[in-house]
């Protein structure tokens, strides 16, 4: 019994089977399909009236991985702001 619970319980953290982005081989996220050629990958969060505001082009530079670890970052740190 012990052991079922916990290889039942290991599959949780394994992948799971939603769509694939073309090109970047990313599943889909909450509607969210990352984009090589949109701002950010195309992250949800542009906001008017300055959409793609990024000054010193950290998004420019920046692959997949990164620009999720900086959006990440942007609002951990803009919730403790408020």
């Known amino acids: 019994v012990t052991l079922s619970l916990v290889v039942a319980g290991a599959s949780a953290f394994g992948p ?5 982005a073309s090109g970047l081989g990313i599943a889909s996220l909450n509607g969210w399909t990352p984009s ?3 701002f950010a990958y195309g992250l949800p969060g542009s906001i008017d009236p300055i959409p793609n505001f990024d ?3 950290f998004a ?3 692959d997949l991985g990164t620009m999720k670890k900086y959006r990440e970052a942007e609002l951990q740190h803009g919730r403790v702001a408020m």
Do not use: N
């Not at 799971?16 to 694939?20: I, L, P, V």
């Open 55 to 57: 000054p010193l082009g």
């Open 16 to 20: 799971f089977g939603a769509g694939k």
């Open 60 to 62: 420019e530079k920046a």
């Open 36 to 38: 090589e050629t949109e």
